[in-house]
């Protein structure tokens, strides 16, 4: 596994995103800086943060010698590279790739933004959204029942055993009743959210 020092993490703390990534350098023992921008504003629209980022968005990972790598799924990938984080065989690197993919298209886009709307936005700019949350609630409960089936016959997403395919999942995952989601009725998902949750090296959003 390469050796990481002097890592700053360009951050929102309340972003599932951002707190995949304090996640998983936690439990391979990475120590970050952290660089917090405010939810609100608009600072990551700047021009010394676009150019770093010209999407203007965190998780961004700024390394000692200028490189910038956002997007957050990227980012446990490169850390987590010959770690246990990943799974040893081909074909179980390739199912975390799925999970990962399935993360940033098909929950993400509706589970997080979800939260974020119903948790965090204004009143009134929630009132010109307001339309599409049936929409959200649709999709995000279709992913989380994608996850339910594939968790019945097994523990974890990818491989036998946990990986970073479970931390991108987790990240929001976990927080899905902010943007009112029901976990209730998905129990296979509840369960394995327990058994991240009940790892030693957990660390809460």
Same mark, same amino acid.
């Given at each position: #596994?390469?050796?990481?020092?002097?890592?700053?993490?360009?951050?929102?703390?309340?972003?599932?995103?951002?707190?995949? &990534?304090?996640?998983?350098?936690?439990?391979?023992?990475?120590?970050?800086?952290?660089?917090?921008?405010?939810?609100?504003?608009?600072?990551? =629209?700047?021009?010394?943060?676009?150019?770093?980022?010209?999407?203007?968005?965190?998780?961004?990972? /700024?390394?000692?010698?200028?490189?910038?790598?956002?997007?957050?799924?990227?980012?446990?990938?490169?850390?987590? /590279?010959?770690?246990?984080?990943?799974?040893?065989?081909?074909?179980?690197?390739? /199912? #975390?790739?799925?999970?990962?993919?399935?993360?940033?298209?098909?929950?993400?886009?509706?589970?997080? &933004?979800? =939260?974020?709307?119903?948790?965090?936005?204004?009143?009134?700019?929630? %009132?010109?959204?307001?339309?599409?949350?049936?929409?959200?609630?649709?999709?995000?409960?279709? %992913?989380?029942?994608? #996850?339910?089936?594939?968790?019945?016959?097994?523990?974890?997403?990818? +491989?036998?055993?946990?990986?970073?395919?479970?931390?991108?999942?987790?990240?929001?995952?976990?927080?899905?009743?902010?943007?009112?989601?029901?976990?209730? &009725?998905?129990?296979? &998902?509840?369960?394995?959210?327990?058994?991240?949750? +009940? =790892?030693?090296?957990?660390?809460?959003?």
């Amino acid at each position: #596994m390469p050796r990481f020092e002097n890592l700053v993490l360009h951050q929102m703390a309340v972003s599932g995103n951002c707190y995949k &990534v304090r996640l998983a350098a936690h439990q391979l023992g990475i120590a970050l800086r952290l660089k917090e921008y405010p939810l609100h504003g608009g600072v990551t =629209r700047q021009p010394e943060f676009l150019g770093k980022n010209p999407n203007g968005r965190v998780p961004m990972l /700024e390394f000692p010698d200028g490189r910038c790598l956002p997007e957050s799924n990227a980012i446990l990938f490169h850390l987590s /590279e010959d770690s246990a984080l990943q799974p040893a065989d081909s074909w179980g690197r390739a /199912e #975390m790739m799925q999970w990962l993919f399935f993360e940033q298209y098909s929950h993400e886009p509706y589970i997080a &933004v979800a =939260r974020f709307w119903l948790k965090y936005a204004a009143p009134e700019a929630l %009132a010109a959204k307001r339309h599409l949350v049936g929409e959200w609630h649709a999709r995000g409960n279709a %992913a989380l029942g994608v #996850m339910e089936t594939h968790l019945a016959a097994r523990d974890w997403f990818a +491989g036998a055993d946990y990986s970073i395919a479970d931390i991108a999942l987790y990240g929001y995952t976990h927080s899905a009743a902010d943007g009112g989601f029901d976990l209730g &009725v998905f129990p296979k &998902v509840s369960a394995w959210l327990a058994r991240v949750a +009940g =790892r030693k090296d957990h660390i809460p959003l």
